[in-house]
T-cell receptor, first 115, second 113 residues
Framework: NAGVTQTPKFQVLKTGQSMTLQCAQD?????MSWYRQDPGMGLRLIHY???????DQGEVPNGYNVSRSTTEDFPLRLLSAAPSQTSVYFC??????????????FGSGTRLTVV | QQQVKQSPQSLIVQKGGISIINCAYE??????FPWYQQFPGKGPALLIA?????SEKKEGRFTISFNKSAKQFSLHIMDSQPGDSATYFC????????????FGTGTRLKVLA
């Protein structure tokens, strides 16, 4: 049982490049989310999904796209990287309890630097 | 109204002491309050959680105290150990069209040996 797997662990991009951060979970969780972690700002929600085919924006969605074609995978796409997107990105998944996400399991993160 | 305010930003405690981290919220519709522990280079991991109909929950050396009227909750780590040195995040689950978690800004705890 691998839990939540994120790839790559580290990435350096040039401004304007695009890339996809991969996230996969093997727990059959319905809820999946992407967070970014910046010093002094905690974890901020980028996008989330409540099931395959259903996604929505979090509090900091600009510059990012997501899709959820399967229950297992929830990739995050950076459309045109900017230095402000330098951050650590976490994918998380959660089972449903009474219709709500309960107890997120986080991946180990992707450290992204945009130069 | 969606914020969760966490304090202190950093905390240094002697081995064997009690570590206390506080969080406050505004939204009375929050219905679930977890705490996460994060070690350097790792993702956050669920530590302990409480619902607003309970005033205290204890799991081993970790206790959540919840004050619904004051809209505050805190994490107490008894007999703190160097292995507890990590960053701790409080969170709150709320509903606005769908369920979302709002995280505090984190507390970096260092336990001195």
């Amino acid at each position: 049982n691998a839990g939540v797997t994120q790839t790559p662990k580290f990435q350096v991009l040039k401004t304007g490049q695009s890339m996809t951060l991969q996230c996969a979970q093997d727990m059959n969780h319905e809820y999946m989310s992407w967070y970014r972690q910046d010093p002094g700002m905690g974890l901020r929600l980028i996008h989330y999904s409540v099931g395959a085919g259903i996604t929505d924006q979090g509090e900091v969605p600009n510059g990012y796209n997501v899709s959820r074609s399967t229950t297992e995978d929830f990739p995050l796409r950076l459309l045109s990287a900017a230095p402000s997107q330098t951050s650590v990105y976490f994918c998380a998944s959660s089972e449903r309890e009474g219709g709500a996400p309960h107890g997120y399991t986080f991946g180990s993160g992707t450290r992204l630097t945009v130069v | 109204q969606q914020q969760v305010k966490q304090s202190p930003q950093s905390l240094i405690v002697q081995k064997g002491g009690i570590s206390i981290i506080n969080c406050a919220y505004e939204n009375t519709a929050f219905d679930y309050f977890p705490w996460y522990q994060q070690f350097p280079g790792k993702g956050p991991a669920l530590l302990i959680a409480i619902r607003p109909d309970v005033s205290e929950k204890k799991e081993g050396r970790f206790t959540i105290s919840f004050n619904k009227s004051a809209k505050q909750f805190s994490l107490h780590i008894m007999d703190s150990q160097p292995g507890d040195s990590a960053t701790y995040f409080c969170a709150a689950r709320g509903f606005s069209g769908t369920y979302k978690y709002i995280f505090g800004t984190g507390t970096r705890l260092k336990v001195l040996a």
